[in-house]
Antibody, heavy 118, light 112 residues
Framework: DVQLVESGGGLVQPGGSLRLSCAASGFIFSRYAMAWVRQAPGKGLEWVSGISGSGGNTYCVDSVKGRFTISRDNSKNMLYLQMNSLRAEDTATYYC????????????WGQGTMVTVS | DVVMTQSPLSLPVTLGQPASISCRSSQSLVHSDGNTWLSWFQQRPGQSPRRLIYKASTRDSGVPDRFSGSGSGTDFTLKISRVEAEDVGVYYCMQGTHWPLTFGGGTKVEIK
């Protein structure tokens, strides 16, 4: 079965850093683009960042540019999100998402990891 | 960025009755590859989102056939032919044609 398991969330002070991880299993990881999508408490969904299957192309929303970096290790089936200079508005549940295409349709989602900046 | 507007915000439905959710985009979602990258997601209480529909009308494997997607260009609809108790949750549309990906604000489906 396809599985995405996020970890690394927690409580951090404004200006601090966190590194989120996502362990993938049940599919050929390198063939899938991956993304991070977040959801602030009681709010809707916001796409944060994405990366191609090879890792050669990365994308992110303007609000996190220069602060967040997405990366992957295909030898370990792992996706990462390095988050620096965290702000209160980054408080959210962060979901790891897989996409067989080019990040057009976000095929399957993990259970999420909560990040609180306070 | 492409703005996705969903309506209604809240949708109280009687069990066994149909439900319909509208999603409109600020730009056409027809991609240069010929596909229309409009997806629908269901988020049940306390759970992560799950995709139901992609490319506007293609149902995902395992999704009950009471769910259907339709529409083109900028105007899309998710229909539930007969609402069941397990359908309670928030439904989101999302466009994947233009960067960045953007979501609608969500429609909360609840049982009357």
């Amino acid at each position: 079965d396809v599985q995405l398991v996020e970890s690394g969330g927690g409580l951090v002070q404004p200006g601090g850093s966190l590194r989120l991880s996502c362990a993938a299993s049940g599919f050929i990881f390198s063939r899938y683009a991956m993304a991070w999508v977040r959801q602030a408490p009681g709010k809707g969904l916001e796409w944060v960042s994405g990366i191609s299957g090879s890792g050669g192309n990365t994308y992110c929303v303007d609000s996190v540019k220069g602060r967040f970096t997405i990366s992957r290790d295909n030898s370990k089936n792992m996706l990462y999100l390095q988050m620096n200079s965290l702000r209160a508005e980054d408080t959210a549940t962060y979901y790891c998402v897989g996409d067989y295409g080019d990040l057009e349709a976000l095929d399957f989602w993990g259970q999420g990891t909560m990040v609180t900046v306070s | 960025d492409v703005v996705m507007t969903q309506s209604p915000l809240s949708l109280p439905v009687t069990l066994g009755q149909p439900a319909s959710i509208s999603c409109r985009s600020s730009q056409s979602l027809v991609h240069s590859d010929g596909n229309t990258w409009l997806s629908w997601f269901q988020q049940r209480p306390g759970q992560s989102p799950r995709r139901l529909i992609y490319k506007a009308s293609t149902r995902d494997s395992g999704v009950p056939d009471r769910f259907s997607g339709s529409g083109s260009g900028t105007d899309f609809t998710l229909k539930i032919s007969r609402v069941e108790a397990e359908d309670v949750g928030v439904y989101y549309c999302m466009q994947g044609t233009h960067w960045p990906l953007t979501f609608g604000g969500g429609t909360k489906v609840e049982i009357k």
